[in-house]
């Protein structure tokens, strides 16, 4: 099982910049790189909805329609880091972002980005507060 820690939110103007971090560790010698990891958001009210997804053994990523274009996410194998770079922020992207992942061995990145978030195999991070606003 891997533990996720997410930071790197904070309060940004609209069509600012931040970048989240989601650092995984591990209590086994499971290889690390053999799963899929995603950013998902809860804004106020809403349902919690994906975000961004990758597989950190391809490196193949799913983006949802409403950040495509402005938000890249990246890993970073060596320093079991996946990162989430967003560009060009809108107050409707305000929100909680959660970190995910779960074993390729039960899921794609896509299937973990479409499923809404890992099963009961995989873990939630802790959470990190996005805000835009002027």
């Known amino acids: 099982q891997v533990q996720l820690v997410e930071s790197g939110g904070g309060l940004v103007q609209p069509g600012g910049s931040l970048r989240l971090s989601c650092t995984a560790s591990?209590?086994?010698?499971?290889?690390?790189?053999?799963?899929?990891f995603g950013w998902f958001r809860q804004a106020p009210g809403k349902e919690r909805e994906e975000v961004s997804c990758i597989s950190t053994k391809d490196g193949r990523t799913t983006y949802a329609d409403s950040v495509k274009g402005r938000f890249t996410i990246s890993r970073d194998t060596a320093e079991n880091t996946v990162y989430l770079q967003m560009n060009d922020l809108k107050p409707e992207d305000t929100g909680i972002y959660y970190c995910a992942a779960e074993s390729i061995v039960f899921v794609t990145a896509q299937e973990l980005c479409r499923n809404q978030g890992p099963s009961a195999r995989g873990r939630w991070g802790q959470g990190t507060q996005v805000t835009v606003s002027s």
């Open positions: 591990k209590f086994t010698l499971d290889i690390l790189d053999d799963y899929a």
